[in-house]
């Protein structure tokens, strides 16, 4: 038996150890054989980014009584395996097709990762002749920009392995494959080419939700981190979910319950 993940839809890590009891006592309907409600059955830390940087949290694991599976249930916001958020992690990606460097200080800024200051205070700050280059290897800024490389090379060899399965799912769905998906990334012209798979997997997934590429690339990250790198599995197992990720489990009336009782 192996613990399957399910996403609390709508549910973001802040509201997840906010309403942490009402987590714990939540008993929805067992997604898989639709006969039982869950019953908690422990829990452990994770890192979750309740506000900027991922920081310890408590996650439960629920078990259906019927089918004996177990489940671990994750705030939406969380990219199974990584201690960064979705939301971080889908920003860097997104600003890669848009060729922004992974060295970038406006990144680093405009994500309040580092102090906005001005170029004169933060020569201050580091020392005369020290450059935005020289801070970042010295003061190890997290995320690094090293991970962000990470994230990008693991992301574009995953999408690889998605491309002829998003294929072959947008041509069955009848998706405008010669005009749309052209006119979809017609914006990422300073696209490097090694993340061409990625923003083609996003053009994809968009085409298939119906919504613009910028839009989907959280989802499509969600979506590659079901298969291993160098793995053929998620081709041969088309159609069925990732291995480790048992869907969204609906949450209207636990989130009826959180704003019934937040303060508002
Ligand atoms: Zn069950």
Known sequence: MFFLILFVHAVGSKA????RDLIRDWRPLCPLC?????V???GYLRLLTILLLPEEAWVYRKKCPGCLQSFTLLPADVMPLHSYGQRLIAHRILACLDGIPL?????????GLVPTVSEGDSIEVGGRGRSWSDLLDSEGFAPSYQLFHYWRSKFSRRAQLWIPGLLIACILGGCDLRKRLGES?????????DLHPVLLAAGLVGLLQEQP???SVASTLQLLCGSTS???KPL?????PPPHCGGDLESSQLRADMERRSPL
């Open 40 to 42: 908690l059955n422990g």
């Open 103 to 111: 060295r970038s200080r406006l990144f680093y800024q405009q994500s």
């Open 213 to 215: 590429v910028r839009l």
């Open 185 to 193: 990334l017609s914006d990422f012209r300073a696209c490097p080419v």
């Open 16 to 19: 997840y150890v906010e309403f």
């Open 230 to 232: 160098r793995s053929h």
């Open 236 to 240: 041969r197992a088309a159609g069925r």
């Open 34 to 38: 639709l006969s039982r409600n869950l």
